[in-house]
């Protein structure tokens, strides 16, 4: 994790963030004039990500921050759109893989680690499913919320677990706008 917070500040310091409430919550959006770059819940698991982009990046908005925001917006009213362009600089060609089928897995379900990794064609592959995962500096737009343990357990998530519970939740029908139980 270490190495992913220096490497961001390098790659973020031309960059502009804005802040978005979304359900309940609060995300910061990073992006430059061409990619998404990041976006990261308003939390205590990620508090060094968040004080490395409010001290590096700009406050400001960008059309791709729009586009994020429309993204959000459209989500919270259960409408999934194409994601909005996002930087892959992170993430090796193996690892491009399985965010890509991660794309895939429908709004409403989940699917395990190992699954996904089959998906991939890496059989065996459940723990690095579970580091890409970890490393995704786009939840929502890439859905990691969606990957859970094999005995069902949902497992962690960078916003903490809480808020993969009511993504979930909100995807399966479960939940109002507001998260307050149907």
């Not at 359900?23 to 490395?52: C, G, M, P, T, W």
């Not at 459209?74 to 759109?81: E, G, H, S």
């Not at 090796?92 to 190992?114: F, N, P, W």
């Not at 890496?122 to 786009?138: D, E, I, Q, T």
Request: proline share 3%; aromatic share 12%.
């Amino acid at each position: 994790m270490v190495n992913k917070l220096i490497d961001i500040r390098d790659k973020i310091k031309d960059s502009v963030y804005a802040t978005y409430k979304f359900f309940h919550f609060r995300v910061y959006i990073v992006a430059n004039e061409k990619y998404l770059q990041a976006i990261v819940f308003d939390s205590n698991y990620e508090n060094n990500l968040l004080q490395i982009i409010s001290r590096t990046a700009q406050k400001g908005t960008n059309p791709i921050i729009h586009n994020t925001i429309n993204y959000f917006e459209k989500y919270t009213k259960k409408i999934i759109l194409q994601p909005p362009p996002c930087d892959l600089w992170l993430y090796t060609q193996k690892e491009q893989v399985v965010l890509g089928e991660l794309l895939k897995v429908a709004t409403g379900t989940t699917i395990s680690y190992g699954a996904l990794a089959q998906r991939c064609g890496f059989s065996g592959g459940a723990r690095f499913v579970g580091n890409v995962m970890a490393k995704n500096m786009f939840p929502v737009v890439y859905p990691c919320h969606r990957v859970i343990r094999s005995n069902g357990d949902i497992g962690n998530y960078s916003g903490g677990a809480g808020i993969k519970e009511f993504l979930l939740e909100w995807e399966r029908g479960s939940l109002s706008k507001g998260g307050m139980t149907t």
